[in-house]
């Protein structure tokens, strides 16, 4: 295990979005096929397997085709030649806009990038300075070769300490546990599905919670970026998803006195575009979201960066490259095009908002401060403009090495309060990452 370590915090700045109002033009859902790419009803694993002649089109029709799908001309730069992945998307997160994609509809095995709809679906669950204690049973069930962040039985552990668990290390032992506390895996899978569907995210099947290799379980570029977005609204889920490195309870040990002390133990981020490799630097922006790797999946990747005031996602999916971090390097590329694009290339369809927010009403499992309901922040986040850079911890494990800050009430909201239907839906309170001089963690 490592020692733990004091870690530094990056600087931080922090400022509300704010977009001009745009007609909100959703595009009627579209029923998706079956959630297999073969006739057995499995996913299809290989690399080469080509994708379906007919996907949903969601979003707009071009994101329906298969292929790479871009609006060229004059002063947009050309897309990377040398990125592998089955499917991608690169997008605008805060106007919705998709600025290009290959395949981006095709439904692929996610790995654990469906842990962001694990918390996007329970974070509003749980306190998270609530305590649980393990049990056997809560550990049942979880598949050979899984992720793990170390949980014991009979230890207690606080949602947060579970939480940093699923984002940092993807364990499949917090989601277990996370699932145990929601009335099992099964409720889990359940409700994880409905709020796929609330989400638009019509291209999901769930049939695990934490990602590990199910048959029939599938999700695409497209909807993991909706999902990425959706969970982005939470200022819980933005804090552990961008966090670098934390400290997570031990197991209870006798010391040399016979006195039973616990010690932490360090936990790095596998999310290698925010902490580092030895052949992937930290992308400059980077503020999250989930990586996952599994036999059938490949390694997949959601992520979000920031610079000169353009937020995007990109999304990368099974690059069929069999090189070391080759998911974190083709998405700097694409992160690298979509930056120089934005503003510049005409966009080829667009991200749908949730139902609710569609229909004119509140996104669930957020309240108008952007934070998830029920967890808040557990005392840590810092209110009005205060970001939680700024904020002390109230553990040695909470939001070290942050590379997004959190704040308050800041979710925009028209003069009658309702949700903003009228415009493409926004982020409500991104953050600005300053890069601080000499930081090349």
Known sequence: MPAPKKTARRSLLVTTAVLSSLALAAPAAVAAPKPSDSPSGSPSA??????????????GARLGRPGTQVNLASGVPVLPKDVSARSWIVSDAETGDVL?????????????????????????????????KVVPSDLAGIGAGS????????????????????????????VHVLSAMNKGVENTVKEMNAHAEELQALDTHVVTPDGYDAEGQVSSAYDLTLIARSGLQKKDFREYSSTVSAKFPGATEKNKKGKSVRKPF????????????????????????????????????????????????????????????????ETARLFDWGFKAAGKVQPVGELVPPKSAAQGGDRPGANPSGEAGGSGDGGKAGTGSKPVASASAADGSS????????????????????????????LPDLVRRRARSGDDN
């Open 399 to 426: 939001g070290i090495g942050t590379a997004l800050g959190i704040t308050g009430g800041v979710l925009l909201l028209l003069a009658g309060g309702a949700f903003l239907v009228n415009r493409r839906w926004p």
């Open 266 to 329: 360090e936990i790095q981020n596998t999310n290698r575009l925010l902490s580092g490799d030895s052949d992937v630097p930290v992308y400059q922006g980077i503020a999250g979201v989930k990586n996952g790797n599994t036999t059938n999946a490949g390694a997949t990747f959601t992520g979000v960066a920031e610079r000169n005031g353009k937020v995007l996602l990109v999304t990368v999916m099974n690059p069929e490259k069999d090189e070391h971090n080759e998911v974190y390097k």
């Open 100 to 132: 290009a994609s290959h395949n981006a509809h095709w439904r692929l095995p996610p790995a654990s990038t469906l842990k962001m709809l694990f918390a996007d679906t329970l974070l509003p669950k749980f306190p998270s300075t609530a305590k649980h």
């Open 147 to 174: 992720s793990m962040v170390g949980i014991k039985e009979e230890e207690t552990y606080t949602v947060h300490d579970l939480w940093l668990g699923v984002f940092l290390r993807s364990g499949n032992d917090a």
């Open 46 to 59: 290989s690399p080469s397997a080509t994708p379906p002649a007919t996907m949903s089109s969601l979003g």
